[in-house]
């Protein structure tokens, strides 16, 4: 089946670290994704995963991937108010055709306090 | 590089009334999608082109939606008629993956186009 889940919200104080968590049902995802989304703007790729990896980092950001529990999260490190945003994990499925299909989340929205 | 633009950014219409949104994807973008996000979800899928061809338009209601991709760069999608829970944002994304590309595809995001429906 098709079902990426995440928390509603998290609220930190400036400086600490954020953890967001997303679980997604399909063992056949290949690569997995964070994007944010600011107040009435797009979504914004912030990261990504290769499925066969366990972590990435990029600056502030760590992704971590437990393949085996089906379960992403994304660290940031020493969050400023600037991160307050909705965070989206999507996992991709290759399609018969031979595209990419993304199944996303329904989003964690993350409120950083000054 | 100019990202993903789209037009209008906000549209208020009335029920059964008809709307048009336009899409413009990053340059040489061979996938397009359009997706639905209802307030407090994740975006949804509606349609997805490669090219001018549709992939996937599984979850598109064509008995009111509509979606075409003529030369294979920009995209309209329409409703018509609208109903009240059609209001949401409509954004739309684009790819370079063409079929049987190994390795990611990933997608780029336009601002969308937020519309209510009263």
């Known amino acids: 089946g098709e079902d990426v889940e995440q928390s509603l919200f998290l609220s930190v104080r400036e400086g600490d670290s954020s953890v967001i968590n997303c679980t997604y049902t399909d063992s056949s995802s290949t690569y997995l994704y964070w994007y944010k989304q600011e107040p009435g703007a797009g979504l914004q790729l912030l990261t990504y995963?290769?499925?066969?990896?366990d972590m990435k980092q990029d600056q502030r950001l760590t992704v971590l991937l437990n393949k085996k529990d089906k379960h992403l999260s994304l660290r940031i490190a020493d969050t400023q108010t600037g991160d307050s945003a909705i965070y989206f994990c999507?996992?991709?499925?290759?399609?018969?055709?031979?595209?990419?299909?993304?199944?996303f989340g329904t989003g964690t929205r993350l409120k950083v306090l000054a | 590089e100019a990202g993903v633009a789209q037009s209008p950014r906000y549209k208020i219409i009335e029920k059964r009334q008809s709307v048009a949104f336009w899409c413009n994807p990053i340059?040489?973008?061979?996938?397009l999608y359009w997706y639905q996000q209802i307030l407090g979800q994740g975006p949804k899928l509606l349609i997805q082109?490669?090219?001018?061809?549709?992939?996937?338009d599984s979850q598109l209601p064509k008995d009111r939606f509509s979606a075409e991709r003529l030369k294979g760069v920009d995209s309209t999608l329409k409703i018509q008629p609208a109903k009240l829970e059609d209001s949401a944002v409509y954004l739309c994304?684009?790819?370079?993956?063409?079929?049987?590309?190994?390795?990611?595809?990933?997608?780029?995001f336009g601002p969308g186009t937020r519309l209510t429906v009263l």
């Open positions: 340059s040489g973008h061979a996938t």
């Open positions: 994304a684009s790819s370079l993956a063409v079929v049987r590309t190994e390795g990611t595809d990933t997608q780029y």
């Open positions: 995963i290769f499925s066969n990896m």
């Open positions: 999507a996992e991709t499925l290759r399609t018969t055709s031979g595209t990419y299909k993304y199944i």
């Open positions: 082109f490669q090219n001018n061809g549709v992939v996937d």
